[in-house]
Structures are given as structure tokens and as C-alpha cells.
């Protein structure tokens, strides 16, 4: 390859590093106060709308205090109430015949014994024996 395209290559790759470079013009210098002005209005706000909140937030303690703690000792005593029901009425109710376990083994035995019932009805008065045909 020729010198003269690599150095113009060279100088292209270059080129963007250069305009970055730049100093600012006087005119975006100005926004930038501007901006900084809007950014220290926005700041203040800020700080004044914290010690509003922080404000508010003591005197929603102060007054919510008293009628937070009469609930919450209202849905405690609830509470106690439904977890003796709950225990009354488990009480109360009776044991089952078979477990989960003892059903499902039912539930399969009777499975079983249908198909053996159907199979033999199925069969019929057939009592020759039957082979496969190779």
C-alpha cells in the first residue's frame, strides 16, 4: 500500500480526538450558568420540601400513635378469638376412615379389581387358549 493512504487513514482516526479537544464557546458557557442557577433553585427546594416532609412525618406519629396501638391490640385479641375457634371446630370434627395413604392404596386395589372383573367378563365362555400368530 501506498504512504499517502495510510497517513490520510491516520489523520481521520485522529480527527474526532481533535474536535473533542475544543474549548467550549463563550455561548454554551452561559447555558451552563443558567443551568447551574436552575440546578441550586432545584437543590433549595429540595431541602425545604425534606424539613416539610420531616415535619409532617413527626406530627403523623405524634397523632397516629394512640389509635395505631388500639388497633393492633383489637386485631390481637381478633386473632386469639379465631385461633380458639379454629381449634374448637378441629376439635370437633371427626377422624377420617382412611388416610391419604391408606386411600390412595384403596383407590388403587379397586382399580385392579375392576380390571379384572371386566377382563373376565370380556372373555367370555372362550376358554380355548389363544397363541400368537407368527
Not at 385392579?112 to 372383573?117: F, M, P, S
Request: aromatic share 4%.
Amino acid at each position: 500500500m501506498r504512504p499517502g493512504p495510510r497517513s490520510f487513514l491516520f489523520t481521520l482516526l485522529l480527527l474526532p480526538f481533535a474536535l473533542h479537544a475544543e474549548q467550549t464557546p463563550p455561548a454554551l458557557s452561559a447555558t451552563a450558568t443558567a443551568e447551574q442557577a436552575q440546578i441550586d433553585a432545584l437543590e433549595q427546594r429540595l431541602a425545604t420540601s425534606e424539613q416539610q416532609r420531616e415535619a409532617l412525618g413527626a406530627e403523623l406519629q405524634a397523632s397516629g400513635g394512640n389509635s395505631d396501638s388500639a388497633l393492633i391490640q383489637r386485631l390481637r385479641q381478633e386473632n386469639q378469638r379465631l385461633k380458639l375457634q379454629l381449634k374448637k371446630t378441629q376439635a370437633d370434627a371427626p377422624e377420617p376412615l382412611l388416610d391419604d395413604r391408606q386411600q390412595w392404596f384403596a383407590v388403587g386395589a379397586g382399580a385392579a379389581l375392576l380390571g379384572v372383573i371386566l377382563g373376565g367378563l370380556l372373555r367370555g365362555k372362550r376358554r380355548s387358549r389363544r397363541e400368537w400368530i407368527n
